[in-house]
């Protein structure tokens, strides 16, 4: 009986062991495979809420950074229309310089007319600016133009954001009429009315107006260079953390292959052994094992 139970006992525990040896090759088998510790939850349970939050914060990170980049473009248009649209109140209130002298006479003012005529045209197709059918002065009614050809507001007073970051956001759609948009067209409009009358006071109170709107206009490029600005700031951020994120998560779920395949051909080696003891346990003497 003794004998028995020795050897039943015996046998048992080779069988737990080849056990236990099977189901730790079959995961380093699994971790050889794909290169990853962690192929399902029960691998590591204390770990997978680690991987889940950091494939959440990649998924976010990504979306700020094509949000970033989509604002990068737009601000960066943004910027360049208003520079181009304080070329040409400079150039109309230098016009406005020219013709408030009295020794200029009226044939000369009505032909200065057709300028100031073609720099209005040019500063509402500048306003009326879109990227990809998207105008970036009309609000979130950016699908038209923000002003009409009577220089009249025609977009709404709401303002288009997109998300950077984690609660940091910056306007790419901007409500025209209180950047004094339309101050700068008005102005521009005064000097070509009064240019056409030969209105020489008009002239002359046209250089007020159109400063003021240089003023303003200049105010509205440094809002808008500072929401460039964030939105490059959280695009080179985004950049750094999707590295670092990435990093992170291969540091939690990757194994050297090196290391796993060594891992693999040790247990493989082990399995092989216990299956070899095993069945030499099975076919050999009972009174040998006395």
């Known amino acids: 009986m003794i004998v028995g139970t020795n ?33 399902t939850p029960s691998d590591s349970p204390e770990m997978v809420n680690r991987i889940r939050d950091l494939t959440a914060a990649i998924s976010d990170n990504q979306r700020y950074a094509e949000s970033a980049g989509t604002a990068e473009t737009m601000l960066s248009l943004a910027d360049t229309t208003l520079s181009s649209l304080a070329d ?13 002298s009295e020794t200029f006479n009226s044939d000369t003012r009505i032909d ?11 500063a509402l ?9 998207r105008a970036l002065f009309a609000g979130t009614a950016y699908d038209g133009d923000a002003f009409d050809s009577t220089l009249t507001y ?18 790419v759609g901007f409500d025209g009429s209180a950047l004094g948009l339309g101050d ?54 985004s950049e750094s953390m999707e590295f670092e994120l990435a990093s992170q998560l291969a540091n939690v779920q990757e194994v050297d292959p090196i290391e796993a395949l060594v891992r693999f051909n040790e247990l493989q080696t082990m399995y092989e052994t216990a299956l070899s003891v095993t069945a030499s346990s099975n076919t050999g003497s009972l009174f040998d094992r006395i």
């Not at 730790?24 to 290169?35: D, M, P, Q, Y």
């Not at 040409?88 to 013709?99: I, N, R």
């Not at 197709?125 to 059918?133: C, E, H, P, V, W």
Request: zero cysteines.
């Open 7 to 39: 050897l039943f006992s015996r046998l048992k525990g080779l069988s737990q062991q080849t056990s236990k040896i099977s189901d730790a090759l079959a995961e380093a088998s699994a971790v050889a495979t794909t290169g990853l510790k962690i192929n």
């Open 88 to 100: 040409v109140l400079s150039a109309s209130h230098e016009l406005a310089v020219q013709l408030s």
């Open 112 to 122: 200065a007319a057709i300028t100031a005529e073609g720099f209005l045209e040019e």
């Open 125 to 133: 197709a500048l306003i009326n600016t879109d990227i990809s059918g």
């Open 154 to 171: 025609v977009g709404n007073t709401e303002e288009s954001v997109l998300d950077v970051g984690d609660a940091v956001s910056v306007t």
């Open 184 to 237: 700068a067209l008005t102005a521009i409009a005064g000097l070509e009315t009064a240019l056409a009358a030969d209105d020489i006071p008009g002239v002359q109170a046209s250089l007020d107006t159109l400063e003021s709107a240089l003023n303003s206009l200049s105010q509205v490029q440094a809002t808008i260079g500072a929401e460039l600005t964030t939105a490059d700031d959280f695009a080179s951020f």
